[in-house]
Each structure stands twice: as structure tokens, then as C-alpha cells.
């Protein structure tokens, strides 16, 4: 069971951008969490230091047991396979196919060859793809591509699922489908956090609700609507 726990989070950019000033608060194993705001809000960066993209420049993440601010560098893949991540523009690997994406995962973390079908061939039919295991990326449609990118990102069992925008290419009815998939994994006990531009999805499928503003947490709660702040 894997709690995140965030205090005083800041990062400051090269460039002396402060992105995120100052945020704290704790996801409890299970939730499912959307992170909103305005374009420059600073949510990407947060969503970064979440999986550990980005390295703080103050305060403290962490997860289950691993410290993002302590951890030695040998730590990092084991933490890793803590964390599936999902992102607005897929990237699959596009001379892979479907099963090769999703097997690829389980190879470099070195699952021994017997394992790796039967839980890929798995996750496959969870997200409705096991008739397209031998097509490649650039044969499927978006909500296509972003159903591989969900089978990779839990193909390993992550406690945590964080996916940046990841309706952020897709029409209503396709982005709806990808929403009944987290939730349902989500259903399984895993923690989804989720940054999202969507409105509507937001509205329909109330979840905690984290609003950044000018790089600090304005915002923290149970069911929260999306209203016309944006
Ligand atoms: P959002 O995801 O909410 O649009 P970001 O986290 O991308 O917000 O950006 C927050 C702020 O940090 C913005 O002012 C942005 O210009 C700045 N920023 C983002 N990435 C970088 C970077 N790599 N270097 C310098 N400033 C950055
Ligand atoms: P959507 O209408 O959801 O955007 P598409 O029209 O892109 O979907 O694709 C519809 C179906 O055709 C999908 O199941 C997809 O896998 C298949 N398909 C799309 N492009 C190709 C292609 N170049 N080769 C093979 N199958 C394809």
C-alpha cells in the first residue's frame, strides 16, 4: 500500500521560474485524484516531480517508502515500478507492435520470459485490445494508442497510475472509454492521479479534485466541480 505524501514541495526552474511554491498534501493508497488549473498553473511540473522527472528544489516527496530527496540513484528503478505513467501523446514505440509495447515494459525490468505473455495477453483484454496484438501504433486510432499506453503503464502492477493529460488528444466519446478504464482500474485498489483540461469529465465523474494556481494548491476537494475558472 503506497500513501504519497508531499510537504512544502517547490521547484525552481534554471531559468529562476518558481512553478511550484509551496505545496503539500498526502494521496492515500486508492484514491483517485485530478489535478486541475490554467495553462502555466504550474500542473505539469507537479505532475513531474510526482514521478520524479524532476528533482525538488525544496520540501519533501514521498513515496510509500521510498524519500525522492534520499533515495540513491540504485533506488530509482525500484521506485519506478511503484509508478505507471500515461501521457497526452501516447508514445508508444512505434516499430513495436501492440504486444511488443506492452511486453517491452516487463523486459527491462527483467521478468523472466515465461511470465511475460500470459500477464500481457492480461492487460490486453482489460483494456479491450486483445484481437490487435500485432498491429503497430501508427494502425490504430488515438483512443486505440492510449489503451496500449494504459496496458503499459499497469503492466508491471503499479501501486500508482499518473497520467498527464491523458484525454488531452481525444474526441468525447473515445476519452469517455479511457475514463471507464481508469476508473475500473482504479476500482482495483490502484491510486490514479490524473492532471486534465476536461471539463465535462471532470464534472460527470466526481473524484477528489487538486486545483494549482500561480504554483500553490488553491484548491483540495472531495467530488470538487470544474467550474468556469479556467
Ligand atoms: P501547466 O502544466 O499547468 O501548464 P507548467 O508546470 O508547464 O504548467 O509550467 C509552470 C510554469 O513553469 C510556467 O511559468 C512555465 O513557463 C514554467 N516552466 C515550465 N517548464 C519550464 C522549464 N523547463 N524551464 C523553465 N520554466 C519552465
Ligand atoms: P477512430 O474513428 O476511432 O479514429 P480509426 O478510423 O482511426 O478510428 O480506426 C478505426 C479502426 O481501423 C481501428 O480499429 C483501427 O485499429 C483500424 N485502423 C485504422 N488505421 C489503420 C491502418 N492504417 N491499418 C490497419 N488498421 C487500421
Given at each position: 500500500?503506497?500513501?504519497?505524501?508531499?510537504?512544502?514541495?517547490?521547484?525552481?526552474?534554471?531559468?529562476?521560474?518558481?512553478?511550484?511554491?509551496?505545496?503539500?498534501?498526502?494521496?492515500?493508497?486508492?484514491?483517485?485524484?485530478?489535478?486541475?488549473?490554467?495553462?502555466?498553473?504550474?500542473?505539469?511540473?507537479?505532475?513531474?516531480?510526482?514521478?520524479?522527472?524532476?528533482?525538488?528544489?525544496?520540501?519533501?516527496?514521498?513515496?510509500?517508502?521510498?524519500?525522492?530527496?534520499?533515495?540513491?540513484?540504485?533506488?530509482?528503478?525500484?521506485?519506478?515500478?511503484?509508478?505507471?505513467?500515461?501521457?497526452?501523446?501516447?508514445?508508444?514505440?512505434?516499430?513495436?507492435?501492440?504486444?511488443?509495447?506492452?511486453?517491452?515494459?516487463?523486459?527491462?525490468?527483467?521478468?523472466?520470459?515465461?511470465?511475460?505473455?500470459?500477464?500481457?495477453?492480461?492487460?490486453?483484454?482489460?483494456?479491450?485490445?486483445?484481437?490487435?496484438?500485432?498491429?503497430?501504433?501508427?494502425?490504430?486510432?488515438?483512443?486505440?494508442?492510449?489503451?496500449?499506453?494504459?496496458?503499459?503503464?499497469?503492466?508491471?502492477?503499479?501501486?500508482?497510475?499518473?497520467?498527464?493529460?491523458?484525454?488531452?488528444?481525444?474526441?468525447?466519446?473515445?476519452?469517455?472509454?479511457?475514463?471507464d478504464i481508469l476508473?475500473r482500474?482504479?476500482?482495483?485498489?490502484?491510486?490514479?492521479?490524473?492532471?486534465?483540461?476536461?471539463?465535462?469529465?471532470?464534472?460527470?465523474?466526481?473524484?477528489?479534485?487538486?486545483?494549482?494556481?500561480?504554483?500553490?494548491?488553491?484548491?483540495?476537494?472531495?467530488?470538487?466541480?470544474?467550474?468556469?475558472?479556467?
Amino acid at each position: 500500500m503506497t500513501t504519497i505524501q508531499i510537504k512544502n514541495a517547490m521547484k525552481r526552474y534554471d531559468n529562476g521560474v518558481i512553478a511550484v511554491k509551496g505545496i503539500s498534501l498526502t494521496v492515500e493508497p486508492g484514491e483517485f485524484v485530478y489535478v486541475i488549473g490554467s495553462s502555466g498553473a504550474g500542473k505539469s511540473t507537479f505532475i513531474k516531480l510526482l514521478y520524479h522527472e524532476l528533482a525538488l528544489t525544496e520540501g519533501m516527496i514521498k513515496l510509500g517508502r521510498f524519500n525522492f530527496g534520499e533515495m540513491k540513484d540504485r533506488d530509482v528503478p525500484y521506485m519506478r515500478r511503484e509508478i505507471g505513467i500515461v501521457f497526452q501523446d501516447f508514445k508508444l514505440l512505434p516499430r513495436l507492435t501492440v504486444f511488443e509495447n506492452v511486453a517491452y515494459a516487463m523486459q527491462v525490468i527483467e521478468t523472466p520470459t515465461r511470465k511475460i505473455k500470459p500477464r500481457v495477453m492480461h492487460v490486453l483484454r482489460l483494456v479491450g485490445l486483445e484481437q490487435k496484438l500485432r498491429r503497430f501504433p501508427s494502425e490504430l486510432s488515438g483512443g486505440e494508442q492510449q489503451r496500449v499506453a494504459i496496458a503499459r503503464a499497469i503492466v508491471n502492477s503499479p501501486e500508482v497510475v499518473i497520467a498527464d493529460e491523458p484525454t488531452g488528444n481525444l474526441d468525447p466519446d473515445t476519452s469517455d472509454e479511457i475514463m471507464d478504464i481508469l476508473e475500473r482500474i482504479n476500482s482495483d485498489g490502484t491510486t490514479i492521479i490524473m492532471a486534465t483540461h476536461n471539463r465535462e469529465l471532470v464534472n460527470m465523474r466526481p473524484h477528489r479534485l487538486l486545483e494549482i494556481a500561480g504554483g500553490r494548491l488553491v484548491r483540495d476537494e472531495e467530488g470538487g466541480a470544474y467550474g468556469n475558472e479556467d
